[in-house]
T-cell receptor, first 110, second 117 residues
Framework: EDKVVQSPLSLVVHEGDTVTLNCSYEVTNFRSLLWYKQEKKAPTFLFMLTSSGIEKKSGRLSSILDKKELFSILNITATQTGDSAVYLCAVDFGNEKLTFGTGTRLTIIP | GAVVSQHPSWVICKSGTSVKIECRSLDFQATTMFWYRQFPKQSLMLMATSNEGSKATYEQGVEKDKFLINHASLTLSTLTVTSAHPEDSSFYIC?????????????FGPGTRLLVL
């Protein structure tokens, strides 16, 4: 069965710290892996990864995929209170549907 | 990025009534839209895939007679929760892909919070 697992489930850090969020998956087929940020409403798109080893970067956020070891990480440097959210990892297992992980709840303390 | 809207954003209704939620792609055409449900502190669970001009495909465990989906045009899909009960209270979110852009990214609507009393 296709599965997406995120860790940690929750994380509390101080403003300015760097965090690394993990997403691993078990898959019979793989098309892409996506990261979303969810605050109070629906998820907003961060990154889509399809190839191993190519880092995607947007400001203080970056992400990379390892298709051999079946995982991805999302890094946030110099965290700010506005980064507090639930970060969701989702995988497209080749059928255009997204399977979501449980999410990591990130809290940034001022 | 592509914009997806949902209406209404909030619904409170009595048990036994039906509730219709609209999902629109505002600046692109979407032959396929997806409906998700999210319970508090849980992740998104795909309910069904809405296909323009044909029947929706439901995930295992989702009752198609209870959650009616209509995708009548390339920019609009509707989800009707029929005879809603308190256990249907949840956050319902739709998403769509902008196929014309060549991107496989799914863009989400702002969601609809349903509270059934």
């Amino acid at each position: 069965e296709d599965k997406v697992v995120q860790s940690p489930l929750s994380l509390v850090v101080h403003e300015g710290d760097t965090v690394t969020l993990n997403c691993s998956y078990e898959v019979t087929n793989f098309r892409s892996l996506l990261w979303y940020k969810q605050e109070k409403k629906a998820p907003t798109f961060l990154f889509m990864l399809t190839s191993s080893g190519i880092e995607k970067k947007s400001g203080r956020l970056s992400s990379i995929l390892d298709k051999k070891e079946l995982f991805s990480i999302l890094n946030i440097t110099a965290t700010q209170t506005g980064d507090s959210a639930v970060y969701l990892c989702a995988v497209d297992f080749g059928n255009e549907k997204l399977t979501f992980g449980t999410g990591t709840r990130l809290t940034i303390i001022p | 990025g592509a914009v997806v809207s949902q209406h209404p954003s909030w619904v409170i209704c009595k048990s036994g009534t039906s509730v219709k939620i609209e999902c629109r792609s505002l600046d692109f055409q979407a032959t396929t839209m997806f409906w998700y449900r999210q319970f508090p502190k849980q992740s998104l669970m795909l309910m069904a895939t809405s296909n323009e001009g044909s029947k929706a495909t439901y995930e295992q465990g989702v009752e198609k007679d209870k959650f009616l989906i209509n995708h009548a045009s390339l920019t609009l899909s509707t989800l009707t929760v029929t005879s809603a009960h308190p256990e249907d209270s949840s956050f319902y979110i739709c998403s769509a892909r902008d196929l014309a852009s060549g991107s496989e990214t799914q863009y989400f609507g702002p969601g609809t919070r349903l509270l059934v009393l």
